[in-house]
T-cell receptor, first 113, second 113 residues
Framework: AQSVSQHNHHVILSEAASLELGCNYSYGGTVNLFWYVQYPGQHLQLLLKYFSGDPLVKGIKGFEAEFIKSKFSFNLRKPSVQWSDTAEYFCAVTADSNYQLIWGAGTKLIIKP | EAGVAQSPRYKIIEKRQSVAFWCNPISGHATLYWYQQILGQGPKLLIQFQNNGVVDDSQLPKDRFSAERLKGVDSTLKIQPAKLEDSAVYLC???????????FGPGTRLTVT
């Protein structure tokens, strides 16, 4: 069965620190990859997505992610985090076989001011 | 563009009672999803509609959960009778098609006592 794993359930950083959240998936075929974010009290919203082309994708609010096919990874990065980045981040993957979105368990990011 | 609407936002019921949730997707979105998100986990797909037909309901506990999408627009999800383990946030999402990004509503937080 397809699965998505996010390496850290909780991450605490200080403002201006660099961020990298890990995401690995298990599926050998073509995939579409997503990072969603849920700010406190708000609904899930798309941060960035990869369908094809340049494996380095840029999203909103300075976030980017790199698709490394050989490592089955789609890690999320931001060079300098802000207090407003405090949120829960979810990695999700759809396989070309059924388009069902498979979710990771999420990473809660807390930025200390 | 208006987002995905859900109601109610919160619901508290006793076990063995019934409850219904309503979702209005983004206009023009053919695909509608219902997810269950238990605290500390990523969303789990319950059912997926393409227009008014069910595409995937493999993870829907059909002995107690039911969903419909009459006329291919609004959808309702019902639980009857509710169990304690049904306490979760129920998310509705919609997309232009099965392979497109999903847009989420604010969710309904259900507490079963």
């Amino acid at each position: 069965a397809q699965s998505v794993s996010q390496h850290n359930h909780h991450v605490i950083l200080s403002e201006a620190a660099s961020l990298e959240l890990g995401c690995n998936y298990s599926y050998g075929g073509t995939v579409n990859l997503f990072w969603y974010v849920q700010y406190p009290g708000q609904h899930l919203q798309l941060l960035l997505k990869y369908f094809s082309g340049d494996p380095l994708v840029k999203g909103i609010k300075g976030f980017e992610a790199e698709f490394i096919k050989s490592k089955f990874s789609f890690n999320l990065r931001k060079p300098s985090v802000q207090w407003s980045d405090t949120a829960e981040y979810f990695c999700a993957v759809t396989a070309d076989s059924n388009y069902q979105l498979i979710w990771g368990a999420g990473t809660k990011l807390i930025i200390k001011p | 563009e208006a987002g995905v609407a859900q109601s109610p936002r919160y619901k508290i019921i006793e076990k063995r009672q019934s409850v219904a949730f309503w979702c209005n997707p983004i206009s023009g979105h053919a695909t509608l999803y219902w997810y269950q998100q238990i605290l500390g986990q990523g969303p789990k797909l319950l059912i997926q509609f393409q227009n008014n037909g069910v595409v995937d309901d493999s993870q829907l506990p059909k002995d107690r959960f039911s969903a419909e999408r009459l006329k291919g627009v609004d959808s309702t999800l019902k639980i009857q009778p509710a169990k304690l383990e049904d306490s979760a946030v129920y998310l509705c999402a919609s997309s232009f098609g099965r392979s497109y990004e999903q847009y989420f509503g604010p969710g309904t937080r259900l507490t079963v006592t």
